[in-house]
């Protein structure tokens, strides 16, 4: 089973308590605490399926800078009055040849990535270099975060049994010592997250992704 439903919490326990605890229940809170883990790790490895979503972001932006909600990660890509538009690394404006620093909403094609701010939600900002009005429709493809599931009806994301089985045994043998196991846990568990991506791809033709240092080119030399 693979994303065609919601999975919740009190669903996983019942299907997977198993592989993490020998408590069905779950007293002492440490199939939670495995599975919380578990998804953490997915969520750093990859871009798999249900991890990506395609919102309205034009209320998020305030003086030309949109701040994601806690929820998501990072803007994979933006359009703005449906205009594909380049998102640029930080280093963009530190670049020797490059533009130097640009105001917000004075002018130019990119998105700036400014990463997470400093705040304790440490949410992820982004320069948006062309002016921006109320009426302004800004649209992006963006990369969910992972959030800590702690209620019953909380949802999880990916909700591939297969994978979330075999990263919950990863877990367990690797706090019990098991680095081997738990690798080959690992492996199986991206492998099967791999493979319905290539199956849920079957057909469709995707476009190359858009290199913040132009279409078709290589990385400059002074982009870490």
Not at 22 to 39: P, Q, V, Y
Not at 150 to 176: C, F, M, Q, W
Request: with cysteine; hydrophobic share 35%.
């Amino acid at each position: 089973m693979a994303n065609e439903r919601n999975l919740t919490l009190a669903e996983a326990r019942t299907l997977l308590y198993k592989h993490a605890t020998d408590d069905a229940s779950d007293s002492d809170g440490t199939f939670k605490a495995r599975l919380n883990e578990a998804i953490e790790r997915i969520y750093t490895e990859g871009i798999w399926d249900g991890l990506t979503v395609r919102a309205d972001l034009s209320s998020y932006v305030a003086n030309e800078v949109l701040t994601l909600p806690y929820a998501y990660e990072a803007i994979l890509s933006i359009a703005i009055d449906d205009n594909p538009t380049p998102i640029m690394g930080k280093q963009y404006e530190f670049m020797r040849g490059g533009p130097g620093i640009e105001d917000a909403g004075e002018g130019g094609a990119f998105v700036i990535d400014l990463g997470f701010d400093s705040t304790g939600d440490a949410l992820r900002r982004y320069k948006i270099l062309q002016d921006v009005d109320s009426g302004t429709e800004i649209e992006g493809l963006i990369k969910r975060r992972y959030v800590y599931i702690s209620s019953d009806s909380d949802v999880i994301v990916p909700s591939n049994i297969g994978a979330l089985k075999h990263a919950l045994l990863a877990i367990t043998y690797e706090d019990e010592g098991d680095i081997q196991r738990s690798t080959a846990f690992w492996d199986e568990c991206y492998n099967i997250l791999q493979s319905a991506k290539q199956v849920n791809r079957a057909g469709i033709i995707n476009p190359n992704p858009q290199q913040q240092w132009g279409f078709m080119s290589n990385k400059p030399h002074s982009i870490l």
